[in-house]
T-cell receptor
Framework: ETGVTQSPTHLIKTRGQQVTLRCSSQ?????VSWYQQALGQGPQFIFQ???????GRGNFPPRFSGLQFPNYSSELNVNALELDDSALYLC????????????FGPGTRLLVL | EDQVTQSPEALRLQEGESSSLNCSYT??????LFWYRQDPGKGPEFLFT???AGEEKEKERLKATLTKKESFLHITAPKPEDSATYLC????????????????FGKGTKLSVKP
């Protein structure tokens, strides 16, 4: 069984640029959730996708957007990057529409200069 | 507002010295409480899910317990390889009876076990 994978592992961008992060869900999982984890903090919920539809969103501005594809993989897009967007971005997959345990990928470390 | 508070922020133990980590939560209706382990620069690794007060789960040297207000992660005779940050998260029921998709995390307890 393949676990959750994310790409790229590390990324450096400058303020104002746009970035796309990718996530492949665990086999058999149709729900993907994205979290932002700043240094020394717990993960903060960005949004969740279930069967290609957004199924809940945290307190993040609209410049954070996402997609889920028919194979249940997902993208997180961030426009107009700000310095405070520097963080570890985590993707988690689960079965169903939020009832099951979320399993996390290794994360993408984003540094905005 | 739903929230999770973990204590202590950091804990240093000698190998073999048992201790407990605390997770206090405030949530409108608890659907589940989750414990994860996170190594530096990596994603959280799932450990346990607890659903109701009085429930306990064990895995090797770890035992998680749940009350109506808090959860404890007991570590018995820890080894250096148990060093990591332990995260607690809750998932709440919605007002219409379904569960919210998001997990609400605490800041974690950083555990260091010295040989």
């Amino acid at each position: 069984e393949t676990g959750v994978t994310q790409s790229p592992t590390h990324l450096i961008k400058t303020r104002g640029q746009q970035v796309t992060l990718r996530c492949s869900s665990q086999s058999g999982h149709n729900t993907v959730s994205w979290y932002q984890q700043a240094l020394g903090q717990g993960p903060q919920f960005i949004f969740q996708y279930y069967r290609e539809e957004e199924n809940g969103r945290g307190n993040f501005p609209p410049r954070f957007s996402g997609l889920q594809f028919p194979n249940y993989s997902s993208e997180l897009n961030v426009n107009a990057l700000e310095l405070d967007d520097s963080a570890l971005y985590l993707c988690a997959s689960s079965r169903g529409d939020s009832q099951e345990t979320q399993y996390f990928g290794p994360g993408t470390r984003l540094l905005v200069l | 507002e739903d929230q999770v508070t973990q204590s202590p922020e950091a804990l240093r133990l000698q190998e073999g010295e048992s201790s407990s980590l605390n997770c206090s939560y405030t949530v409108s209706g608890l659907r589940g409480l989750f414990w994860y382990r996170q190594d530096p620069g990596k994603g959280p690794e799932f450990l346990f899910t607890l659903y109701s007060a009085g429930e306990e789960k064990e895995k090797e040297r770890l035992k998680a317990t749940l009350t109506k207000k808090e959860s404890f992660l007991h570590i018995t005779a820890p080894k250096p390889e148990d060093s990591a940050t332990y995260l607690c998260a809750v998932q709440a029921w919605t007002s219409y009876g379904g569960s919210q998709g998001n997990l609400i995390f605490g800041k974690g307890t950083k555990l260091s076990v010295k040989p």
